[in-house]
T-cell receptor
């Protein structure tokens, strides 16, 4: 099993560009999450999903959108990137909202 | 006030030392508690869940004090491989609100 995978691993964007981060899990987990991690801030929840076709806002959802069209995939979109969105993005999945399994992260820089 | 607060450290200890990390949380509705470990530039991984009665896993002991809204992690006989950042995590399961502390960095030296 690959567990949780994220693509891409690194990306540099210019202000105003858009992009989509892909998260995939092969553990048949119902719950999936997107976090961002900034120095000194810990991980902050952006959006999450409790099942295929459902999404909900987390602590810092502004500037991001998500979709969960298939159970195994959770996409995070940035419609118009801003320098404040420079961060490390982690995806996670969970069988029931408790222990979370994280992907390796995506390092995004917005110039 | 942050919802989950940890001493950022860094804690620099010699091999074999005992080290304790503390964490406080503000939401009294929190229902599950965890310690995660994060190595430099890697993803967080679950170290252990924290139960009301306290729990131990080898050299690691976790304690929960609901009345004081306080969680602790004790590492005995520190190894070089314990060097990492330790994240305190609390979850309000009813609304799936998982909150992470900023982490405490530990360096174990020979």
């Amino acid at each position: 099993n690959a567990g949780v995978t994220q693509t891409p691993k690194f990306r540099v964007l210019k202000t105003g560009q858009s992009m989509t981060l892909l998260c995939a899990q092969d553990m048949n987990h119902e719950y999936m999450y997107w976090y961002r991690q900034d120095p000194g801030m810990g991980l902050r929840l952006i959006h999450y999903s409790v099942g295929e076709g459902t999404t909900a806002k987390g602590e810092v959802p502004d500037g991001y959108n998500v979709s969960r069209l298939k159970k195994q995939n959770f996409l995070l979109g940035l419609e118009s990137a801003a320098p404040s969105q420079t961060s490390v993005y982690f995806c996670a999945s969970s069988p029931g909202g408790d222990e979370q399994f994280f992907g390796p992260g995506t390092r995004l820089t917005v110039l | 006030r942050k919802e989950v607060e940890q001493d950022p450290g860094p804690f620099n200890v010699p091999e074999g030392a005992t080290v304790a990390f503390n964490c406080t949380y503000s939401n009294s509705a929190s229902q599950s508690f965890f310690w995660y470990r994060q190595d430099c530039r890697k993803e967080p991984k679950l170290l252990m869940s924290v139960y009301s009665s306290g729990n131990e896993d080898g050299r690691f002991t976790a304690q929960l004090n609901r009345a004081s809204q306080y969680i602790s992690l004790l590492i005995r006989d520190s190894k070089l491989s314990d060097s990492a950042t330790y994240l305190c995590v609390v979850n309000v399961v009813s609304n799936n609100d998982m909150r992470f502390g900023a982490g405490t960095r530990l360096t174990v030296k020979p």
